[in-house]
């Protein structure tokens, strides 16, 4: 009985601390400039966005790694578009629709 109840407890504490660590992970975002990015980086960025306005730009840790994520605004929509510390374009999504999945308002 007694394991029952601890594992119980163990899974409830696990269920309320999960949230926690997603909110730290995104913390880990600061908004940077254009010119303060690598020129591999502003050369993906700019081809990437061409005529779009860049909305702005993150710099984050993902899985250990810098990424990159400009927010472009693209026929009235936002899109973001990953890029590597190198250079190397990532991927590219919908704003809103990220945003939707993760339950977040926009």
Not at 18 to 34: I, K, S, Y
Not at 53 to 71: D, F, L, R, S, W
């Amino acid at each position: 009985m007694k394991k029952t109840i601890a594992a119980i407890s163990i899974a409830v504490i696990g269920s309320l601390a999960c949230p926690v660590l997603l909110t730290a992970a995104e913390e880990n975002e600061e908004t940077v400039q254009m010119s303060s990015l690598p020129a591999a980086v502003q050369t993906t960025i700019k081809d990437k966005a061409g005529s779009n306005e860049i909305v702005k730009i993150e710099k984050k840790t993902e899985e250990g790694k810098t990424v990159y994520e400009a927010v472009v605004s693209k026929k009235g929509k936002e899109w973001s578009i990953d890029v590597d510390a190198n250079g190397k374009f990532l991927k590219q999504y919908q704003e809103s629709k990220e945003k939707e999945e993760k339950g977040e308002k926009y």
